[in-house]
């Protein structure tokens, strides 16, 4: 009966953390699309300073009880992955003011290629084949998914120029965003998942309103409820239970693995704006579903399962 016990208990400590990470990317994948509603009224700085500036406070007030343990680490932590974080955010959110959610998504997810090669050279942690060829598969299949959504000529008003502009931006967003994956996964450990949120969060939402406030920007129209709905949303679903589901979902799953789990963003941040008839979804965006999958498999399990399927068929 024990070992039953702890081999159930063992078994959610495995699959939670991972489906944690999952839903982060599914609740992620929504984020350009909403963030797509409200750019062209409100900017980029001004729109993450709401955004954090909702869920700071929330997130501080739910877990109240939490901040009488913070410690001088906890704000240090913070302070560096909320930098991080709002950097990424921001070069991800300013992207879509000149490409497409879908294409955006794709060049982001590429974090995943460089988090095992970054957190090898960073942390020396295990770089294996497997590691490799699932960053191959994921890359490959971001690639056909992201490059076959509306085509450069097709984006209304968007010359060509400007689309690779914005794809640029989104590449270099998921480098930083690669270096915050890195960042918690070595740090998660010693802190409080929670803690480490609510510090990443006022971080992030103070440097936004710097930057907002140094570049002077201004809202073009008057907020309609499409907008506010848009910020509300972002605030509350995007930020405060994403990053809360991320951060507790890599403080037990290795950073090579939670990048590759979280690389799927790119898969539902095509379908999302695909709903609202800003992306096409063709035979090789399922194609790039198929690779991403299989790059999440052999991350996961290291293809042990045909180990002991072979193993099965010599003993017979």
């Known amino acids: 009966m024990n070992n039953r016990h702890q081999n159930h208990s063992a078994g959610l400590n495995f699959i939670l953390p991972r489906a944690a ?42 877990f109240y009880k939490k901040l009488k ?19 990424s955010y921001a070069l991800q959110t300013f992207s879509i003011n000149f490409t497409t959610p879908g294409r955006a998504a794709f060049l982001n997810a590429t974090y995943c290629v460089f988090v095992p090669f970054l957190a090898y ?8 084949r497997f590691n490799i060829a699932a960053s191959v598969c994921t890359f490959v299949g971001a690639g056909l998914i992201g490059m076959t959504g509306n085509a450069v000529t097709a984006i209304q008003g968007t010359s ?20 915050y994956i890195i960042m918690v996964g070595k740090y998660a450990r010693k802190t409080d998942p929670i803690l480490l949120t609510i510090v990443q969060f006022f971080t992030a939402a103070v440097e936004a309103w710097i930057c907002s406030r140094a570049l002077r920007e201004t809202i073009s129209a008057a907020l309609d409820y499409k907008v506010i709905s848009s910020v509300v949303y972002l605030a509350v ?33 095509l379908i999302f704006p695909a709903c609202f008839g800003m992306e096409a979804i063709t035979p090789l965006v399922i194609f790039g579903f198929a690779l991403i999958f299989l790059a999440t498999i052999i991350s996961e399990t290291k293809l042990k399962f045909l180990c002991r399927r072979q193993k099965r068929k010599d003993l017979e």
Do not use: H
């Open 69 to 87: 343990n913070l410690k001088l680490t906890d704000i240090l932590i913070g302070f560096l992955g909320g930098t991080l974080l709002y950097t």
């Open 160 to 179: 060509a120029v400007s689309v690779l502009t914005g794809d640029g931006i989104a590449l270099i967003s998921g480098i930083l965003f690669a270096l």
């Open 21 to 62: 990470l999952l839903a982060t990317a599914i609740l992620w994948g929504t984020s350009l699309t909403f963030a797509k509603f409200a750019i062209d009224d409100v900017p980029t700085n001004t729109l993450l300073a709401w955004r954090f500036t909702i869920a700071a406070p929330i997130t501080a007030l739910i």
């Open 121 to 128: 050279l960073i942390m020396r942690s295990k770089l294996d």
């Open 237 to 269: 679903v995007c930020t405060i239970l994403a990053l809360l589901l991320q951060n507790i979902g890599q403080k037990y799953t290795e950073p090579a693995t939670a990048a590759i789990l979280l690389s799927t963003e790119s898969i539902f941040g």
